[in-house]
């Protein structure tokens, strides 16, 4: 890993020319990328692998869930193609399915998924899970680093009570970052790279305020610059 900038710019597309723009994008800045379900579905490893130029961090989120024999397989599998930095999981599917793929990652550290962002305390209820989606969060993020997970996905918000319960050491890699007057889209709980960083974020993951402006290297250099000048004045 050679990024100076602890941003992960999310390629959320299909189409390979634009993914290019963000690689580069990203590459240009000092940054890492992250690649998803939506791209690696279609393309696979073996036309991904070029994409990422090596020294260029890559974080690989298939939220890998399964049973933990064909976990540990499908970790194989993606370490031993694509070499990622980071690779994720759900920490839901258990903690020997958490012990497998950390097992199974080699240099990749392995981060796991609490609670999707995209369900509530009503999603969870209608799943048998009694209690706040706080304390599924809470519970799910220390069963994964029990298990040996070196880091989580988490809300920016969830920033200060994750390291104060799990350690400095957990490695917090956040995404719903904007900067600041940048639209939110559907993101609920912003917050601007400099704050999250400043909260204890040890990556950021930022998609559309690089990768849907109109010049992606510009906004890149626009969000790396705003880290650097934080970090000088810390
Ligand atoms: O475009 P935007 O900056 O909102 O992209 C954020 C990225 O982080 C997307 O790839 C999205 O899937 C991912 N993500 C998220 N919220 C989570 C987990 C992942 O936005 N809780």
Do not use: Y
């Amino acid at each position: 890993m050679t990024a100076s900038i602890p941003v992960f710019v999310a390629v959320d597309t299909v189409d390979l020319d634009q993914a290019h723009r963000a690689v580069a994008a990203a590459a240009a800045a000092g940054m890492g990328v992250k690649l998803g379900l939506e791209i690696f579905n279609a393309h696979g490893p073996a036309a991904l692998r070029p994409l990422v130029p090596s020294g260029v961090p890559l974080f690989l989120d298939l939220k890998c869930h399964d049973i933990p024999n064909t976990v540990a397989g499908a970790v194989r599998g993606a370490v031993g193609a694509m070499r990622p930095d980071f690779l994720t999981i759900h920490a839901s599917g258990g903690r020997a399915m958490v012990e497998a793929a950390v097992a199974n990652a080699g240099d990749t550290r392995i981060l796991a998924v609490t609670v999707l962002t995209s369900l509530d305390q009503d999603d969870l209820a209608a799943a048998g899970v009694a209690g706040t989606v706080e304390d599924q969060v809470a519970r799910l993020a220390a069963l994964a680093r029990g298990a040996g997970a070196h880091g989580l996905v988490c809300a920016a918000t969830e920033i200060a009570v994750l390291k104060a319960r799990l350690g400095r050491d957990t490695l917090l890699v956040v995404p719903g970052i904007r900067p600041a007057g940048a639209a939110t889209g559907d993101q609920k709980r912003t917050m601007t790279p400099r704050d999250a960083l400043a909260a204890g974020a040890d990556w950021l993951v930022i998609g559309r305020p690089i990768t849907g402006a109109a010049d992606p290297a510009a906004a890149a250099r626009a969000i790396a610059q705003h880290i650097l000048v934080a970090e000088a004045n810390r």
